[in-house]
């Protein structure tokens, strides 16, 4: 600490000297270095002790060689949270977005800071050579110790994007996989990345491929904004179509903040839109792509006997013999099972399913028969070192088990959350007179939501309207089995002139505790009357027993979403629309209260439904 402090007044000592500022009355701070160290440090003045009251302005200024950026790290941060945009008492204003070193007072800044470091982006990066930090504090007294922090220079090459910008646009690439001057794979980032992109932008990235090729996008790091706030209410957005335009099917919309999604297109195009309207931009995408040839002999279904594993004379560990890859290309549903189904499989046996879907499908695995060996003595929950049947998916850069059976349980149905699902049966007892199992797998568009019309527009959203039906049932994605992960859903409900919706949830079970938001890490169901949020309506989580929701106008959206982590069986509920005036008119006899009245009219009015509908 000692040395720590003794460096800082070296410094300190040589900003004087420097402080014919830019900017009259600041003191200033220049970097330009960090002499042959990968780092450098800078802290507030007489740091860790805390800073005087009443400095007008220090100005830290990083400056970099043409072709670098620089990226400051803050290891510490404390400054006293006045206001809510910080810019009263204390804080620390930033400027990212630099040709040189200068800012005076009209320079435009990009975000200013105050709190605590959870309260801060701990890593920022500039667009260009210079980055400046602007310290300030009030007269306010406080025991603030102020930050700390490293900073970096870096070759702003390492970020460039490939394929051919569209000559005319900020921002609008095209890759081709025929043009020989992009190479079959490469990266696209959002504008300035690493630093954070600017507000009001819309920018495109098309691929094309060649025939009998498609496009592979990796989207290694996503951060906009922070929160779980569903895609249709985020300002800045990232959203993927399966073709050239935004007038192709919608294959995933994403928004927040994730890492690891992989996406493959259809056919050989493949487009791309990053929108940001909001006021305060993150940190950006990284991504990468790649054009693949689409292989067309994969597998071949016949000579697997119906992709059932074949297992050589001698059986062994060495499970290469029994592992099976399908991709949707091939066909789009099929059987799988055990090794010699219906007869008992091998012991010590590890066989793998591999699935590899493209565009918006999902694979889903429903089981038809299943019947494993498990020991009597074994009353576990997990299946560990049984025999079992595993699912595993990619989560964020993870490998995640989302699901296991052992014994004579029978499973529900598994869905995958992106392209690629795994199923592995681990066999350590072999059949024994048991018969394995059986499924039906499919790579599906529909999420297993059999009821409504799915519209394109978007990955998942389902119309509902009362000429079609005046009732009927939806159902969270894969009901009744586990909803799958990084999901989003929509479900629209439009009624006629003077109608309302009701709906009764039968069954709710959506992982997540109370305010089910993302400080509880929760998935949730949100309701609203308008395609904005509603704050008439609470999010609901965790499990509930049945309850009812009316609509206060003829259009209704319910809106599920799933976070990276930890599943539920999600819900099943009932819809129906009222005559709004039908449903004032209700008499209900004996009735004073109205809170009372109330309560009848909802038990009844499943039944008086019904009754109205057939009148139309
Ligand atoms: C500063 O710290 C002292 C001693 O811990 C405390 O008495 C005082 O209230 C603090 N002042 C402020 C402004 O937080
Ligand atoms: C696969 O899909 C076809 C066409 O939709 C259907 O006729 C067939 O029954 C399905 N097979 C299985 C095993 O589900
Ligand atoms: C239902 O049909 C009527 C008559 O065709 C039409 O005017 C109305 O807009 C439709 N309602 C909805 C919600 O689509
Ligand atoms: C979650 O909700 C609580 C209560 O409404 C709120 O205080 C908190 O800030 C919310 N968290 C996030 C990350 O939105
Ligand atoms: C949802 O609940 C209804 C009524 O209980 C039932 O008829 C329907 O089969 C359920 N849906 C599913 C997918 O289980």
């Known amino acids: 600490m000692e040395v720590m402090l003794i460096g800082f007044f070296v410094v300190w000592m040589q900003f004087m000297i420097l402080g014919k500022a830019v900017h009259p009355?600041?003191?200033?701070?220049?970097?330009?270095?960090?002499?042959?160290?990968?780092?450098?440090?800078?802290?507030?003045?007489?740091?860790?002790?805390?800073?005087?009251?009443?400095?007008?302005?220090?100005?830290?200024?990083?400056?970099?060689?043409?072709?670098?950026i620089i990226q400051i790290v803050f290891l510490d941060f404390d400054i006293p949270k006045r206001s809510n945009d910080c810019i009263r008492g204390d804080y620390l204003k930033l400027f990212l977005h630099l040709n040189g070193g200068e800012v005076n007072e009209y320079t435009p800044w990009e975000t200013v800071l105050c709190g605590?470091?959870?309260?801060?982006?701990?890593?920022?990066?500039?667009?260009?050579?210079?980055?400046?930090?602007?310290?300030?504090?009030?007269?306010?007294?406080?025991?603030?110790?102020?930050?700390?922090?490293?900073?970096?220079?870096?070759?702003?090459?390492?970020?460039?994007?490939?394929?051919?910008?569209?000559?005319?646009t900020t921002c609008d690439y095209q890759f081709s996989s025929t043009d020989s001057s992009s190479s079959s794979y490469g990266n696209f980032y959002s504008p300035k990345y690493p630093s954070?992109?600017?507000?009001?932008?819309?920018?495109?990235?098309l691929f094309r491929a060649r025939n009998r090729e498609r496009i592979q996008l990796v989207f290694e790091e996503i951060s906009l904004q922070k929160g779980d706030i569903s895609c249709l209410n985020r300002a800045d957005i990232i959203r993927i179509y399966d073709g050239i335009s935004p007038g192709d099917a919608a294959i995933k919309f994403l928004c927040n903040e994730g890492a690891e999604v992989e996406i493959f297109s259809t056919g050989s195009n493949l487009f791309v839109e990053f929108v940001a309207n909001s006021d305060w931009p993150g940190h950006g995408?990284?991504?990468?792509?790649?054009?693949?040839?689409?292989?067309?002999?994969?597998?071949?279904?016949?000579?697997?006997?119906?992709a059932r594993p074949k297992l050589g004379p001698s059986v062994s560990e060495t499970r290469s013999s029994c592992d099976l890859s399908f991709t949707s290309d091939l066909t789009k549903n099929g059987t799988i099972s055990s090794p010699h189904y219906p007869d008992s499989y091998p012991p010590r046996t590890?066989?793998?399913?591999?699935?590899?879907?493209?565009?918006?499908?999902?694979?889903?695995?429903?089981?038809?028969?299943?019947?494993?060996?498990?020991?009597?003595?074994?009353?576990?929950?997990?299946?560990n070192n049984q025999d079992s049947v595993f699912a595993f998916v990619h989560v964020e850069g993870r490998t995640d088990k989302i699901d296991g059976f052992c014994g004579n349980f029978f499973p529900k149905p598994i869905?995958?959350?992106?392209?690629?699902?795994?199923?592995?049966?681990?066999?350590?007892?072999?059949?024994?007179?048991?018969?394995?199992?059986?499924?039906?797998?499919?790579?599906?568009?529909?999420?297993?939501?059999?009821?409504?019309?799915?519209?394109?527009?978007y990955p998942c959203a389902f119309v509902y309207t009362c000429n079609e039906s005046k009732s009927g049932y939806f159902h969270s994605p894969n009901y009744p089995g586990l909803y799958p992960r990084d999901t989003e859903c929509h479900y629209f409900f439009y009624g006629n002139e003077n109608e309302l919706v009701q709906l009764k949830f039968d069954y709710f079970d959506v992982e997540g505790v109370q305010p089910c938001n993302s400080s509880s890490a929760s998935d949730y169901i949100e309701f609203s009357n308008y395609m904005r949020i509603d704050s008439k309506y609470k999010r609901r989580c965790g499990?509930?027993?049945?309850?009812?929701?009316?609509?206060?106008?003829?259009?209704?959206?319910?809106?599920?979403?799933?976070?990276?982590?930890?599943?539920?069986?999600?819900?099943?509920?009932?819809?129906?629309f009222l005559d709004k005036s039908e449903v004032n008119t209700i008499i209900v006899p004996n009735h004073t209260s109205s809170a009372e009245i109330k309560h009848v009219y909802y038990i009844s009015n499943i039944i008086l439904i019904i009754f109205f509908c057939k009148f139309k």
Do not use: W
């Open 543 to 576: 499990q509930q027993s049945p309850f009812l929701i009316n609509s206060e106008r003829k259009f209704f959206r319910v809106t599920f979403r799933s976070n990276d982590r930890l599943d539920g069986h999600g819900f099943n509920a009932s819809y129906v």
């Open 415 to 457: 869905m995958s959350n992106g392209p690629r699902l795994l199923l592995e049966l681990q066999s350590v007892f072999g059949g024994q007179n048991t018969r394995g199992f059986k499924a039906i797998y499919t790579f599906t568009e529909n999420y297993g939501i059999t009821h409504g019309s799915q519209i394109p527009d």
């Open 196 to 205: 954070s992109y600017p507000k009001n932008i819309k920018c495109s990235y």
């Open 116 to 168: 605590s470091l959870v309260d801060i982006p701990t890593i920022l990066y500039s667009s260009g050579p210079g980055l400046v930090l602007e310290f300030h504090s009030g007269n306010e007294r406080s025991n603030s110790t102020g930050f700390s922090g490293t900073f970096r220079f870096m070759d702003r090459r390492l970020f460039k994007t490939g394929g051919q910008k569209v000559s005319g």
């Open 350 to 383: 590890t066989c793998r399913y591999e699935f590899e879907g493209r565009g918006k499908e999902r694979i889903r695995i429903q089981f038809i028969d299943f019947q494993l060996y498990s020991p009597q003595s074994y009353v576990g929950e997990n299946c």
């Open 25 to 68: 009355g600041c003191e200033c701070l220049v970097y330009s270095t960090t002499h042959g160290k990968e780092m450098g440090t800078f802290t507030s003045p007489d740091f860790p002790k805390q800073y005087a009251q009443n400095i007008d302005c220090v100005l830290y200024t990083f400056i970099g060689r043409p072709n670098e």
């Open 285 to 306: 995408f990284k991504a990468r792509y790649q054009f693949l040839p689409i292989e067309d002999n994969f597998i071949d279904l016949d000579r697997f006997d119906h």
